[in-house]
Every structure is written in C-alpha cells, then in structure tokens.
C-alpha cells in the first residue's frame, strides 16, 4: 500500500494549498481517509476525516470553516483544501486509511509520508 501526499508548501499567512493523497494498492472505496499533522516538537494530530463513500466528514475544531475534505473514489486521491492558513497551520501533513473505525483514531491502518505546509506570518 501507498499514500502518496502532495501539494505542501510555503505560504504567507491567509493563503490556500490544495493538498493531494493518491493511493495505491487497497480497494480505496472501502477505506476511510484521513488527513493528520504533525508540528514540530507537538504530537501528530487529527486534522480531518472522510467516509468510505464520502458522504460524512469530520474537521478538527482548529480547521473547521478553513479546510475542506474531498475523495474521488474513481481517480483514488483524497484532497484537502486548506485556506485562511495560519503560522500555526504549519507541519507536516499526512494522509492516512483506515478500513473499519469511524470515527477515525490515530491508529490507522495506512500511513503516508507526508508534505510540509510552512506558513509565515
């Protein structure tokens, strides 16, 4: 199995990224997918999470009304739309899959390396 995660990179502090998950190797439909960061010195935390179907999400309270979640069960990706970005919106984002739990905890089945997001005030 692969995550592939995309799109981070540095912004100035109010500005978007679009970051991309292509998996590979599963039957992408039936997992559940994750998006989660990790800070420097912090522990990894949940950002956001979406259905097998993609008719549920889940925000972390931090990102709600900024980030938004997306799946193409055809093309296998996972986005997240990030926006409004703050300096404290930097980290490495990773993706992640998970078979059966909803909600999602940090025990996922599948993770990906990651992509940094730096924001700058």
């Known amino acids: 199995v692969q995550l592939q995660a995309s799109g981070g990179g540095s912004v100035q502090a109010g500005g978007s990224l679009r970051l991309s998950c292509a998996a590979s190797g599963l039957i992408f439909m039936y997992y559940h997918m994750g998006w989660f960061r990790q800070a420097p010195g912090k522990e990894r935390e949940f950002v956001a999470a979406?259905?097998?179907?993609?008719?549920?999400?889940l925000y972390a309270d931090s990102v709600k009304g900024r980030f938004t979640i997306s799946r193409n069960n055809a093309k296998n990706t996972v986005n997240l739309q990030v926006s409004s970005l703050k300096p404290e919106d930097t980290a490495v984002y990773y993706c992640?899959?998970?078979?059966?739990?909803?909600?999602?905890?940090?025990?996922?089945?599948?993770w990906g390396k990651g992509t940094l997001v730096t924001v700058s005030s």
């Open positions: 992640a899959a998970e078979r059966n739990t909803w909600p999602l905890t940090r025990e996922m089945d599948y």
């Open positions: 979406i259905s097998q179907s993609g008719g549920s999400t």
